[in-house]
Nanobody
């Protein structure tokens, strides 16, 4: 009964920007950590950034200073602002949410959104 809807991926030139959104809805009591992961072809899925319910953030070294994660608790939505994009940022980006629903702690993954950085 929990849905994650991602949006905002696409094709962008090197140096450009994109903003990803992840909206969680359904029978959610509390949302703890919201995060973004990415997986490039032939590589393992890796954490890009995460944010706790009180706003504490964590970033992969490769995106520090370029990406910014934020969240709107009232809307149950997390955002990933990606600036100064590089071809190495090309990947499928997945939203991940750690939450309390149906009397237990659970985690959910979004379906993923493609980000391609290319000239």
């Amino acid at each position: 009964q929990v849905q994650l809807v991602e949006s905002g991926g696409g094709l962008v030139q090197p140096g450009g920007s994109l903003r990803l959104s992840c909206a969680a809805s359904g029978s959610i009591v509390t949302t703890y950590v919201m995060g973004w992961y990415r997986q490039a072809p032939g590589k393992q899925r890796e954490l890009v950034a995460s944010i706790t319910s009180d706003g504490t953030t964590n970033y992969a070294d490769s995106v520090k200073g370029r990406f910014t994660i934020s969240r709107d608790n009232a809307k149950g939505t997390a955002y990933l602002q990606m600036d100064s994009l590089k071809p190495d940022d090309t990947a499928v980006y997945y939203c991940h949410v750690d939450l309390w629903s149906d009397y237990r702690r659970q985690d959910y993954w979004g379906r993923g959104t493609q980000v391609t950085v290319s000239s």
